[in-house]
């Protein structure tokens, strides 16, 4: 038995909020984790485009669903699994470059825009922008971390200068806030302007730090 893979065309989806218009000063990229849809994920950050009409959330969604329990009932996406793991990531990193491509040409050309992964969200976005066609003004890894198997050589071209927040909850259940200091330091040692906030909280996104980022980025 040999294994074989075949490219096909399958539809993607997203989520925006916000109109995409002559006047868009900022976009915001948004990539859920393990286990969650994007519907539910953006509305996490619909205070963004509420409070400022020239701000535009898109929240793409992983391309494989599945029930979250049994045979029914939720259902969840997932950006990738160890199977077949190098095609996953491929396929996610075309769409994500197809996406932008179609969000970025309705924009001025000087558009802010702010990418943020939260939990298996920041593996995807940081393996993305190695290979994006832009440059963010700011990356967020929330309650995650950036890829060991990424080259030095390939993410210290991403990271020089980069605005670089990593975001932990202080009882968070996957990732501590040691191991997050110790991912601070390398990604400084990558060239990253790299910053690390800490919340009381567990594995979840928290709002005051959200709007925190938003005053930040917008200076």
């Known amino acids: 038995m040999t294994e074989h893979h075949l490219a096909v065309t399958r539809t993607a989806r997203y989520y925006q909020l916000g109109e995409l218009s002559a006047q868009t000063k900022q976009v915001w990229f948004v990539c859920h984790g393990y286990g969650q849809l994007a519907a539910y994920f953006s509305r996490h950050f619909a205070f963004l485009s509420e409070a400022d009409p020239d701000t535009v959330v898109i929240a793409p969604e992983g391309l494989s669903r599945f029930y979250l329990s049994g045979n029914g009932g939720r259902v969840g996406a997932s950006w990738m699994t160890r199977d077949d793991r190098l095609h996953e990531i491929e396929d996610h990193i075309g769409f994500l470059n197809q996406l932008a491509g179609h969000v970025l040409a309705a924009c001025p050309a000087d558009v802010q825009v702010t990418v943020l992964g939260f939990s298996q ?54 990732i501590s806030v040691a191991q997050a200091t110790q991912q601070h330091e390398q990604l400084q040692q990558l060239g990253a302007a790299a910053t690390l906030i800490t919340f009381d909280g567990k594995h979840e996104l928290n709002r005051a730090i959200l709007a925190q980022l938003v005053s930040a980025g917008s200076e």
Do not use: K, M, N
């Open 121 to 174: 969200g920041t593996a995807t976005v940081s393996r993305w922008l190695t290979r994006a066609r832009f440059r963010p003004a700011q990356l967020i890894l929330w309650a995650g971390s950036f890829p060991e198997d990424i080259e030095p050589a390939t993410a210290s071209r991403l990271l020089q200068g980069l605005e670089l927040t990593l975001v932990i909850g202080t009882d968070d259940e996957y």
